[in-house]
């Protein structure tokens, strides 16, 4: 399976990107798709995940109600709407892919190549 992440930029504080994580390979293999966050000097966090087929979701406290992940099967393609966005939010935004929802990088097979994230305050 080959990630490939993209839709990174600068916005204002208050502003919103959509990310975009696009698979190709053997997709029948994915389950969950996740994304991660790391921001400079800090460890690589999960941010949120969905379930391949079924749409299952799963988000994190710090972002819940703002950022929302889904996917289109037909273009196998996971999305992260990010709205109201914080300078905190500042990172470089990762996809990855599991057998299942884990808070843990380590168990993440696939990793698509990071796009920047920067909002400026």
């Known amino acids: 399976v080959q990630l490939q992440a993209s839709g990174g930029g600068l916005v204002q504080a208050g502003g919103s990107l959509r990310l975009s994580c696009a698979a190709s390979g053997r997709t029948v293999s994915i389950y969950m798709v996740s994304w991660f966050r790391q921001a400079p000097g800090k460890e690589r966090e999960i941010v949120a995940g969905i379930t391949w087929s079924g749409g299952s979701t799963l988000y994190e406290d710090s972002v819940k109600g703002r950022f929302t992940i889904s996917r289109d099967n037909a273009k196998n393609t996971v999305y992260l709407q990010m709205n109201s966005l914080k300078p905190e939010d500042t990172a470089v935004y990762y996809c990855?892919?599991?057998?299942?929802?884990?808070?843990?990088?380590?168990?993440?097979?696939?990793w698509g190549q990071g796009t920047l994230v920067t909002v400026s305050s």
């Open positions: 990855a892919t599991a057998k299942k929802y884990f808070r843990d990088s380590r168990m993440y097979d696939y």
